[in-house]
């Protein structure tokens, strides 16, 4: 079984549309973090935890909101969707104080 | 400028060649991480390194510090190795994984 999961694996949905994505994660890990991926830009941090009572913003969390609800579940919530969140969404995890990151498959989110 | 840069941005090998994938950055770092991406598929990571080299079969990264410089290469390509590659820093003040654009590798058979 994968270590780093998520689902759906992909949505279509329209504008202004409530989405979650949701991510589990058997590593014991502390440290989980949500980004996107668009095309020519890379992967940029959306939000980031490392518990359940430490949530931080990335550097594009505008549009979008985080829930831990255990040390295994880090969901990521787009509360009106909008075109420009198409994206391939990634959700990660780290042991605390450093080390590898290891990434769920993804969900290609596509907003209409 | 983007603290990680990664060149090529695309790069097309035929089967058999040697590949190298440059990675510079501008921040002080505690590693480097170097991931692949196939099409469609998840990310995996490759190497996490912080000096000298490391091998895993065909591949082996390395490292310069004091130039802030990493380099990935492919030895004997494949058609199968054909992925986006990224490479990615992890800051000494931060805790945060800073990425490169990536580099998209397709080796021809």
């Known amino acids: 079984d994968a270590d780093v999961t998520q689902t759906p694996r992909n949505r279509i949905t329209k504008t202004g549309k409530r989405i979650m994505l949701e991510c589990s994660q058997t590593?014991?890990?502390?440290?989980m973090y949500w980004y996107r991926q668009d095309p020519g830009l890379g992967l940029r941090l959306i939000y980031y935890?490392?518990?359940?009572?430490?949530?931080n913003k990335g550097e594009i969390s505008d549009g979008y909101s985080v829930s831990r609800q255990a040390q295994a579940k880090f969901s990521l919530s787009l509360e009106s969707a909008i075109p420009n969140q198409t994206a391939l969404y990634f959700c990660a995890t780290r042991r605390g104080g450093g080390g590898e990151q290891f990434f769920g498959p993804g969900t290609r989110l596509t907003v209409l | 400028k983007n603290e990680v840069e990664q060149s090529p941005q695309n790069l097309t090998a035929q089967e058999g060649e040697f590949i190298t994938i440059n990675c510079s950055y501008s921040v002080g770092i505690s590693a480097l991480h170097w991931l692949q991406q196939h099409p469609g598929g998840g990310i995996v990571s490759l190497f996490m390194?912080?000096?000298g080299k490391k091998k895993h079969g065909r591949l082996i990264a390395t490292i310069n510090i004091q130039e802030k410089h990493s380099s990935l290469h492919i030895t004997a390509s494949h058609p199968r190795d054909s992925a986006v590659y990224i490479c990615a820093v992890s800051p000494e003040y931060g805790n945060k994984l800073v990425f490169g654009a990536g580099t998209i590798l397709r080796v021809k058979s």
């Open positions: 590593k014991g890990h502390d440290r």
């Open positions: 935890s490392f518990d359940v009572k430490d949530i």
């Open positions: 390194l912080s000096s």
